[in-house]
Nanobody, 118 residues
Framework: QVQLVESGGGLVQPGGSLRLSCAAS????????MGWYRQAPGKQRELVAR????????NYADSMKGRFTISRDNAKNTVYLQMNSLKPEDTAVYYC???????????WGQGTQVTVSS
C-alpha cells in the first residue's frame, strides 16, 4: 500500500507561480513512477508530468512543457510540481499518483485545488 498526500494548492493570479508537494508513505520502495494529473470541471483527468523513482526520467504533457517542472526528493519521499506562468485554464484539481512496480497498481492522492484567477 502506498499513501499519498498532496499540498500546496490555492488561489493565484494569472502569471503567478505555485509549488505542489506530494508526500508518499507506506511501501515506497515499490514505487516505479510518480506523477501529477489534473482534472478541470467537466473534463477528463489528464497527465501533467511524471518522473521515475530510479533514474529521475521525466515526461510532460505538451501544454505544460516549459512552464511546469516535476522533481523529486527521495530522502523525503516527496515529489514536487513547480508551476510557473499560470493561466486560468490551469485551474483544476491536481492529483498525485504513484505506480507500483510489478503489479502496476496505481495509487492516488486526495487532490489539491489550484485556481488561477484575477
Amino acid at each position: 500500500q502506498v499513501q499519498l498526500v498532496e499540498s500546496g494548492g490555492g488561489l493565484v493570479q494569472p502569471g503567478g507561480s505555485l509549488r505542489l508537494s506530494c508526500a508518499a508513505s507506506g511501501s515506497i520502495f515499490s514505487i516505479y513512477t510518480m506523477g501529477w494529473y489534473r482534472q478541470a470541471p467537466g473534463k477528463q483527468r489528464e497527465l501533467v508530468a511524471r518522473i521515475t523513482s530510479a533514474g529521475g526520467n521525466t515526461n510532460y504533457a505538451d501544454s505544460m512543457k516549459g512552464r511546469f517542472t516535476i522533481s523529486r526528493d527521495n530522502a523525503k519521499n516527496t515529489v514536487y510540481l513547480q508551476m510557473n506562468s499560470l493561466k486560468p485554464e490551469d485551474t483544476a484539481v491536481y492529483y498525485c499518483n504513484a505506480v507500483v512496480m510489478g503489479t502496476m497498481t496505481v495509487y492516488w492522492g486526495q487532490g489539491t485545488q489550484v485556481t488561477v484567477s484575477s
